[in-house]
């Protein structure tokens, strides 16, 4: 299965910090944030990942390189303007599926977790990995009831950005065209076709800087695991 980590975000509700650095290139102990992912994606045996960029992407590219310094092979889709999540991956599904493996691994390069992504390597449907309510989104996202998503009469949880999807679900779009991720959710939730689980571990949506500083702090103390 091959991994795409979403960091093409102009991180405005990061700035001052994103205003010379990306948002995924943010330090959490002196590590870029984007480098966890993609050393625990390696440590989970996952190997092949798709980043895509837009705002000073090139500083992306630079740190990250190749990815054999990781142990990873890296790929780089470039946005001249952020497509949103959807189109983003639309764009991206040259590099993400082939003959053989037409489902993907997702991750929002904004998020800090110690989620075990080889839970994820042989899930056969669109599954997405829901957490616990966080102060910032106490209404929720996502209905769930025991392992099926569904559109409602069930408890809500917040989508954590982690999902495996399949190529089918954005095939139709218009390629370089904005195009966000939760209409083609829900409607893959209305036929049926989304399974999920709750993940209790830690997770944070690392969309401002107190959040950042908040995570470098429990790292640092090592009240949360990093690398």
Not at 55 to 61: A, P, R
Not at 177 to 196: F, M, N, W
């Amino acid at each position: 299965m091959k991994a795409m980590i979403l960091a093409a975000g102009l991180g405005t509700r990061m700035r001052p910090l994103t205003l010379t650095t990306p948002k995924p290139l943010l330090k959490i102990n002196d590590i870029p944030l984007i480098e966890y992912h993609i050393r625990r994606l390696a440590a989970a045996g996952i190997h092949n990942i798709v980043i895509n960029h837009a705002w000073l992407g090139d500083q992306i590219e630079a740190y990250l390189g190749s990815g054999e310094h990781f142990g990873v092979s890296l790929q780089y889709s470039e946005e001249s303007e952020p497509l949103e999540t959807a189109g983003g991956i639309r764009k991206a599904l040259p590099l993400l599926t082939d003959k053989v493996e037409d489902r993907f691994l997702i991750i929002n390069g904004d998020i800090f977790t110690n989620y075990p992504f080889e839970r994820l390597l042989n899930t056969e449907k669109n599954h997405l990995v829901l957490v616990p309510n966080p102060d910032h989104n106490q209404k929720g996202d996502f209905c769930l009831r025991r392992t099926e998503v569904l559109p409602e009469n069930a408890e809500k949880y917040t989508f954590s950005g982690i999902s495996v999807l399949s190529a089918d679900m954005f095939t139709n779009l218009q390629l370089n065209k904005p195009e966000p991720l939760a209409p083609l959710l829900r409607s893959a939730i209305a036929t049926g076709d989304v399974t999920g689980e709750l993940f209790e571990g830690y997770w944070l949506d690392v969309g401002t800087p107190e959040r950042l500083q908040e995570i470098d702090r429990l790292v640092r103390e090592q009240k949360i695991d990093g690398l």
